[in-house]
């Protein structure tokens, strides 16, 4: 297990964390080859590992979650399309442009309160397509949602959406770079979560706890065009053995105890709300709240958390605060005792 350190207790993100010795071992040991030409033997059984839990026929290891997001969509659509998303999904709002850059779509967002929209809220926004409409080819689904507060998709509506979608004519792509925390929330398999869309991924350095690395994975057909488009998008890793055994070791250590970080989330909570924050109640490893009822502004709620030994982000006018492996009991205490003497100063 990545264990928590001694110092600041960082909830900045759950991708901040450190490799313990346990992972740091697997990658030393690890067996490498050249993973451009297939014959990197850790990154192919880390490969079939995800493959075989998310219950497709392939899937393809490549450099960062945010990548996944752009291969994913340009695998999925051609130039001019247009792909339905929720108004605050991650790969519209924070990720450079990357796909209508490299892919030349549009994005149809769908104004949602916690990150997931309705059939009918897609077939508003869908469109075949004319010499003066984008067709709607793709939707991209975001498990958990990020910025919605870390929430989780209920499982009735994701397979209605995806369900809608294909009667539609659209593929579905699901980014699920916290995939495992819906897991872990809802006891839901993986492979239920795959088998409704034609691709998704998930992130190897959030609930892993490895230093990077994300895997996408679905059809025979889908992994090759997308496999294609990670070295045209430059992709290529050589020996990612070293990555891939990270993985491989949190997908032993780290993913099975994810329930942790949930329960740490809601403890982090409730200190926060008895301290007169405006809370989000966490459904995963995210708490989302507002500081100003208690006479804080959110910005310097973060600055002087910073200062206090804590650190947290501010994201759409709230502060998001992460638990991960990396954070142990006796951090989440030593935050809300911080938060207190804050507010109470503020006061």
Known sequence: MTGATPGPVDLFSDTHTIPDAGMRRAMAEAEVGDEQL???????????????????????????????????????????????????????????????????????????????????????????????????SLVCLEQTHNFAGGTVWPLARYRAVCDTAREFGAAVFTDGARLFNAVAASGIPAAEWAAPVDALWVDCSKAVGAPGGAVLAGSAEVVERATRFKYLFGGAMR?????????????????????EDHRRAADLAAG??????????????????DPSPAGCAADRFVAEMGRRGVRTSTAAGRVRAVTHVGVDDEGIAAAVAAAEDLLRSES
């Open 239 to 259: 020996q990612s053995g070293v990555l891939a055994a990270a993985a491989l070791y949190g997908l032993d250590h780290n993913v099975p105890r994810l329930a």
């Open 272 to 289: 926060l709300a008895s301290a007169g924050c405006d809370v989000q109640v966490p459904e995963t490893n995210m708490v989302f709240f």
């Open 38 to 136: 297939g014959e990197d033997p850790t990154t192919a059984a880390l490969e079939r590992r995800v493959s075989e839990m998310l219950g497709t026929e392939a899937a393809v290891l490549l450099p960062t979650g945010s990548m996944c997001n752009k291969v994913g969509v340009a695998s999925l659509t051609r130039p001019g399309d247009a792909v339905v998303v929720d108004s605050m999904a991650h790969v519209l709002r924070f990720e450079g442009g990357g796909p209508a850059v490299l892919s030349g779509v549009v994005f149809e967002p769908i104004a949602t309160t916690l990150g997931h929209f309705t059939p009918e809220q897609f077939l508003a926004v869908a469109n075949v397509g004319s010499v003066y409409q984008s067709r709607t």
